[in-house]
Protein backbone atom coordinates (compact mmCIF):
# COMPACT_ATOMS: atom_id res chain seq x y z
CA UNK A 1 0.00 0.00 0.00
CA UNK A 2 1.47 3.54 -0.69
CA UNK A 3 0.93 6.35 1.34
CA UNK A 4 0.04 9.76 -0.68
CA UNK A 5 2.55 12.15 0.22
CA UNK A 6 1.86 14.41 2.14
CA UNK A 7 2.77 17.65 0.58
CA UNK A 8 0.10 17.01 -2.23
CA UNK A 9 -3.20 18.89 -0.87
CA UNK A 10 -6.30 17.54 -1.94
CA UNK A 11 -8.57 19.42 -3.62
CA UNK A 12 -12.50 18.78 -2.83
CA UNK A 13 -14.33 18.48 -6.09
CA UNK A 14 -16.37 21.71 -7.42
CA UNK A 15 -19.10 22.40 -9.94
CA UNK A 16 -18.30 24.59 -12.76
CA UNK A 17 -20.04 27.53 -10.60
CA UNK A 18 -17.62 27.22 -8.32
CA UNK A 19 -19.58 25.90 -5.53
CA UNK A 20 -17.75 22.67 -3.49
CA UNK A 21 -20.00 19.63 -4.14
CA UNK A 22 -21.83 18.01 -1.35
CA UNK A 23 -21.49 14.59 0.10
CA UNK A 24 -23.84 13.07 -1.68
CA UNK A 25 -23.23 15.48 -5.18
CA UNK A 26 -19.75 13.46 -5.06
CA UNK A 27 -20.33 11.27 -8.13
CA UNK A 28 -22.00 13.93 -9.82
CA UNK A 29 -20.51 16.63 -12.54
CA UNK A 30 -22.73 19.59 -11.24
CA UNK A 31 -24.53 20.28 -8.32
CA UNK A 32 -28.33 20.23 -7.98
CA UNK A 33 -28.69 23.88 -7.56
CA UNK A 34 -27.31 24.29 -10.47
CA UNK A 35 -29.66 21.72 -11.99
CA UNK A 36 -32.47 23.28 -10.66
CA UNK A 37 -31.39 26.53 -12.22
CA UNK A 38 -31.66 25.21 -15.73
CA UNK A 39 -34.85 23.31 -15.20
CA UNK A 40 -36.25 26.61 -13.93
CA UNK A 41 -34.67 29.01 -17.02
CA UNK A 42 -36.14 25.91 -19.54
CA UNK A 43 -39.90 26.16 -17.72
CA UNK A 44 -40.35 29.53 -18.58
CA UNK A 45 -39.73 29.25 -22.72
CA UNK A 46 -42.39 26.66 -24.19
CA UNK A 47 -45.69 26.77 -24.60
CA UNK A 48 -48.61 29.54 -25.78
CA UNK A 49 -47.14 31.74 -22.64
CA UNK A 50 -44.19 31.32 -22.70
CA UNK A 51 -41.40 33.54 -23.09
CA UNK A 52 -40.88 32.43 -26.86
CA UNK A 53 -44.15 33.00 -27.91
CA UNK A 54 -44.33 36.70 -25.84
CA UNK A 55 -41.34 37.69 -27.86
CA UNK A 56 -43.13 37.87 -31.28
CA UNK A 57 -44.91 41.09 -29.03
CA UNK A 58 -41.42 43.31 -29.24
CA UNK A 59 -41.19 42.87 -32.80
CA UNK A 60 -42.85 46.00 -33.69
CA UNK A 61 -41.68 49.15 -32.66
CA UNK A 62 -44.56 50.70 -30.60
CA UNK A 63 -45.52 47.33 -28.92
CA UNK A 64 -45.03 46.22 -25.67
CA UNK A 65 -45.05 49.90 -24.06
CA UNK A 66 -42.92 51.78 -26.21
CA UNK A 67 -44.44 55.18 -27.32
CA UNK A 68 -43.81 55.83 -31.16
CA UNK A 69 -46.14 57.91 -32.96
CA UNK A 70 -46.59 57.63 -36.76
CA UNK A 71 -46.51 60.58 -39.38
CA UNK A 72 -50.23 60.27 -41.28
CA UNK A 73 -47.61 60.78 -44.87
CA UNK A 74 -46.77 57.80 -46.72
CA UNK A 75 -43.33 57.09 -45.38
CA UNK A 76 -41.88 53.28 -45.32
CA UNK A 77 -42.93 50.98 -42.86
CA UNK A 78 -41.02 50.76 -39.37
CA UNK A 79 -38.79 48.14 -38.96
CA UNK A 80 -38.32 45.11 -36.86
CA UNK A 81 -36.72 44.94 -33.72
CA UNK A 82 -33.95 42.82 -34.65
CA UNK A 83 -33.34 41.53 -31.14
CA UNK A 84 -36.32 39.31 -30.19
CA UNK A 85 -36.10 38.77 -34.13
CA UNK A 86 -32.72 37.25 -33.42
CA UNK A 87 -33.97 35.28 -30.94
CA UNK A 88 -37.10 34.32 -32.58
CA UNK A 89 -35.41 33.52 -35.86
CA UNK A 90 -33.11 29.99 -37.05
CA UNK A 91 -29.84 30.35 -35.12
CA UNK A 92 -31.42 31.60 -32.13
CA UNK A 93 -33.48 30.34 -28.89
CA UNK A 94 -34.20 27.21 -30.60
CA UNK A 95 -31.21 26.29 -32.53
CA UNK A 96 -28.92 26.66 -29.10
CA UNK A 97 -30.91 24.47 -27.23
CA UNK A 98 -31.32 22.28 -30.40
CA UNK A 99 -27.64 21.84 -30.00
CA UNK A 100 -27.50 21.12 -26.98
CA UNK A 101 -29.68 18.23 -27.32
CA UNK A 102 -27.42 17.37 -30.12
CA UNK A 103 -24.28 17.15 -27.74
CA UNK A 104 -26.25 15.60 -25.17
CA UNK A 105 -27.67 12.74 -27.47
CA UNK A 106 -23.56 12.02 -28.90
CA UNK A 107 -22.67 11.90 -25.12
CA UNK A 108 -24.87 9.38 -24.20
CA UNK A 109 -25.07 7.34 -27.58
CA UNK A 110 -28.14 7.90 -28.35
CA UNK A 111 -29.17 8.17 -32.15
CA UNK A 112 -29.49 11.90 -34.01
CA UNK A 113 -33.03 13.87 -32.37
CA UNK A 114 -35.35 14.84 -35.06
CA UNK A 115 -37.21 17.90 -34.80
CA UNK A 116 -40.65 18.57 -36.69
CA UNK A 117 -43.07 21.58 -37.00
CA UNK A 118 -42.32 25.09 -36.83
CA UNK A 119 -40.18 26.83 -34.68
CA UNK A 120 -42.72 27.13 -31.65
CA UNK A 121 -43.50 22.90 -31.72
CA UNK A 122 -39.64 22.68 -32.21
CA UNK A 123 -39.20 24.94 -29.21
CA UNK A 124 -41.43 22.52 -27.06
CA UNK A 125 -39.94 19.31 -28.53
CA UNK A 126 -36.29 20.22 -27.16
CA UNK A 127 -36.96 22.09 -23.66
CA UNK A 128 -39.15 18.83 -22.99
CA UNK A 129 -36.24 16.72 -24.02
CA UNK A 130 -33.61 18.66 -22.27
CA UNK A 131 -35.87 18.30 -19.31
CA UNK A 132 -36.25 15.15 -19.16
CA UNK A 133 -32.61 14.58 -19.19
CA UNK A 134 -31.06 17.10 -16.82
CA UNK A 135 -31.21 14.46 -14.01
CA UNK A 136 -28.34 12.57 -16.47
CA UNK A 137 -26.57 15.09 -17.54
CA UNK A 138 -26.03 17.19 -14.17
CA UNK A 139 -24.67 13.73 -12.75
CA UNK A 140 -21.47 13.18 -16.06
CA UNK A 141 -21.53 15.72 -18.89
CA UNK A 142 -18.48 17.52 -18.50
CA UNK A 143 -19.67 20.91 -20.24
CA UNK A 144 -23.17 21.01 -17.74
CA UNK A 145 -22.00 23.91 -16.22
CA UNK A 146 -21.43 25.96 -20.02
CA UNK A 147 -25.12 24.63 -20.77
CA UNK A 148 -26.77 26.48 -17.37
CA UNK A 149 -24.57 29.41 -18.04
CA UNK A 150 -25.90 29.71 -22.14
CA UNK A 151 -29.19 28.87 -20.95
CA UNK A 152 -30.03 30.93 -18.10
CA UNK A 153 -28.30 33.87 -20.38
CA UNK A 154 -30.92 33.13 -23.42
CA UNK A 155 -33.57 33.53 -21.15
CA UNK A 156 -32.80 36.74 -19.68
CA UNK A 157 -32.11 37.93 -23.27
CA UNK A 158 -35.81 37.27 -23.91
CA UNK A 159 -37.16 38.80 -20.38
CA UNK A 160 -35.31 41.94 -21.28
CA UNK A 161 -36.68 42.17 -24.78
CA UNK A 162 -40.54 41.38 -23.72
CA UNK A 163 -40.24 44.25 -20.47
CA UNK A 164 -37.75 46.41 -22.22
CA UNK A 165 -35.31 46.31 -19.22
CA UNK A 166 -31.69 47.22 -19.93
CA UNK A 167 -28.95 45.35 -20.17
CA UNK A 168 -26.81 44.56 -16.87
CA UNK A 169 -24.02 46.70 -16.72
CA UNK A 170 -20.85 44.97 -15.80
CA UNK A 171 -18.62 45.83 -12.96
CA UNK A 172 -15.52 44.96 -12.06
CA UNK A 173 -13.93 43.73 -9.47
CA UNK A 174 -10.48 42.37 -8.01
CA UNK A 175 -8.91 39.19 -7.90
CA UNK A 176 -6.08 39.19 -4.94
CA UNK A 177 -3.93 38.02 -7.84
CA UNK A 178 -4.33 41.43 -9.18
CA UNK A 179 -6.33 40.44 -12.26
CA UNK A 180 -9.48 42.28 -12.95
CA UNK A 181 -13.09 40.47 -13.55
CA UNK A 182 -15.66 41.96 -15.15
CA UNK A 183 -19.53 40.36 -13.35
CA UNK A 184 -22.77 40.79 -13.44
CA UNK A 185 -25.19 40.66 -10.27
CA UNK A 186 -26.58 37.59 -11.77
CA UNK A 187 -23.16 36.34 -12.45
CA UNK A 188 -23.22 32.66 -12.12
CA UNK A 189 -19.64 32.38 -11.16
CA UNK A 190 -16.14 33.65 -12.39
CA UNK A 191 -12.77 31.88 -13.07
CA UNK A 192 -9.94 34.19 -12.82
CA UNK A 193 -7.83 34.67 -15.93
CA UNK A 194 -5.01 35.20 -13.85
CA UNK A 195 -4.11 32.39 -11.28
CA UNK A 196 -6.87 30.58 -12.10
CA UNK A 197 -9.11 30.85 -9.11
CA UNK A 198 -13.10 29.61 -9.39
CA UNK A 199 -15.61 31.65 -7.57
CA UNK A 200 -18.66 30.64 -6.91
CA UNK A 201 -21.62 33.44 -7.39
CA UNK A 202 -21.29 34.56 -3.57
CA UNK A 203 -17.66 34.79 -3.74
CA UNK A 204 -16.96 36.77 -7.46
CA UNK A 205 -19.28 39.43 -6.06
CA UNK A 206 -18.05 39.74 -2.59
CA UNK A 207 -14.67 40.82 -4.25
CA UNK A 208 -13.75 44.28 -3.79
CA UNK A 209 -14.19 47.04 -6.64
CA UNK A 210 -11.69 47.27 -9.05
CA UNK A 211 -9.34 50.55 -8.64
CA UNK A 212 -10.22 52.83 -11.89
CA UNK A 213 -7.17 53.35 -13.77
CA UNK A 214 -6.59 57.16 -14.25
CA UNK A 215 -7.48 59.09 -16.47
Known amino acids: MHDQPAD???EWPTCGCG??????ELDRTACRLCQERADQALRQLPGPDGLYAQLATRLMPGRGGDSIVVSASRTAPLPLRLEPLNLMARGGVVTVLQTWQIDWHEHFGWTHPRWNGGLQQQLDEVVRALRNNLEGA?????AFAEFVTETTS???QCER???GERKERPIAVACPCGAT???TVSTPG???YGCGTQYAREEV???PLAQRAAA
Open 154 to 156: LVR
Open 138 to 142: ASTHP
Open 190 to 192: ARC
Open 205 to 207: LGL
Open 19 to 24: RQLRHD
Open 8 to 10: IEY
Open 161 to 163: QIT
Open 181 to 183: LRV
